[in-house]
């Protein structure tokens, strides 16, 4: 061992003696800011323009206009956690959850879902702070908290009566206070954190914009910000069932960003994966599923003689693909071939 190796170890042990802890750490080890696992979100296709799906230890942001699937986005992130065994909670500053869609979505309403009523942004982040704490420190259970909506939340000053709430700024002032504390505790055991958030049109701007109205802490803090847009109804027999729902990943501090996709969002039972996936691979830019008269639509790089499928809706794509065995593998296969384009349609 050289003199150099030698008095990089004996620093490294003084410091942490000095500190009654580790605190110092080789870059070849495991230090707190590593991803050690991703959960699946609930669509193929935005794993892969997330880096691989909702990341342990991290904080990530929801954010877009009403309607627009803000929230049926974050139940898929909690159903995902629930089918690992996790634990999932859930802050409804909005008091909007609906228990009974969350259901036919396959959230399971058990001991390991539970709802914190915050009534302020202080009492929030106590209620995580205090939640985490009870934790192991090795905790190997993955846990998701969900914020849904953080722009909802008020303070304890206007709660008690102030019209001003604590001052100009006093969210965000306050989101910035508890994010610096909490930010710590996530990776320490086993968490991630997803604040669902909206937006608002500047009033009196010179040049309008569209963001959010909670500061700049959420911005800063999280590693994912998904922007989500409602880009239309679909119909089945005309009957309204669902809007496009699209997602793009304006901030990835662990991927590129700037990917996008869009999911199917039916209003019962939330987003179909493979009915998403269908649309993606039947665009002219990619070109798997081709478009043929009269609505047909068919697959000849899978097989050149496999039967097309007409105007095809949810039950009917799902029985195309039952009906012919392997196709939906084949399908998967060309999305990793393909996956670059989920960059380049945004």
């Known amino acids: 061992m050289s003199k150099v190796d030698i008095n990089i170890a004996e620093i490294i042990k003084d410091l942490n003696n000095k500190h009654k802890r580790k605190i110092v750490y080789l870059g070849s080890e495991d230090i707190m800011s590593d991803v050690k696992r991703w959960v699946h979100t609930g669509s193929t296709m935005l794993d892969i323009v997330m880096g691989g799906g909702v990341p342990i230890g991290r904080i990530v942001e929801i954010f877009g206009d009403f309607s627009a699937g ?5 139940t898929h992130f909690m159903i995902e956690f629930q089918k690992l065994g996790g634990i999932v909670a859930l802050i409804d500053t909005e008091t909007g959850f609906d228990k009974k869609r969350a259901q036919n979505m396959g959230l399971e309403l058990n001991e390991r879902f ?9 009492e929030g982040f106590k209620i995580i702070l205090d939640f985490l704490n009870q934790l192991p420190e ?5 846990v998701l908290i969900v914020w849904d909506t953080v722009s909802n939340s008020t303070t304890e000053a206007s709660k008690d009566g102030d019209r001003f709430g604590g001052g100009l700024g006093a969210v965000p002032r306050l989101l910035r206070e508890g994010l610096r504390v909490i930010n710590k505790q996530i990776p320490l055991k086993n968490a991630s954190l997803v604040f669902v958030n909206q937006v608002q049109a500047s009033i009196g701007a010179y040049v309008p914009t569209v963001d959010t109205n909670v500061g700049g802490g959420i911005k800063f803090n999280a590693s994912i910000r998904l922007h989500v847009k409602n880009k239309g109804i679909f119909k089945e027999n005309d009957n309204p069932m669902g809007i496009t729902c699209g997602i793009k990943v ?6 590129k960003p700037q990917g996008y996709c869009e999911q199917m ?4 039972t939330g987003f179909h994966d493979n009915m998403s996936l269908f649309y993606f691979l039947s665009k002219k830019e990619v070109g798997v599923i081709e478009g043929g008269g009269a609505g047909y639509w068919r697959c000849p790089k899978f097989k050149p003689d496999l039967p097309s499928i007409r105007s095809p809706n949810i039950v009917t794509f799902d029985k195309w693909l039952v009906d012919n065995q392997g196709l939906l ?3 998967q296969e060309q999305l990793k071939e393909h996956k670059d384009m989920l960059w380049k349609l945004s």
């Open 250 to 255: 304006v901030k990835n501090k662990l991927a």
């Open 138 to 142: 090795d905790n190997e259970v993955p």
């Open 70 to 74: 803000k929230s049926t986005l974050a």
């Open 329 to 331: 593998e084949f399908l």
């Open 114 to 122: 539970l709802v914190f009523e915050a009534m302020t942004v202080e």
């Open 265 to 268: 969002l039916r209003y019962e």
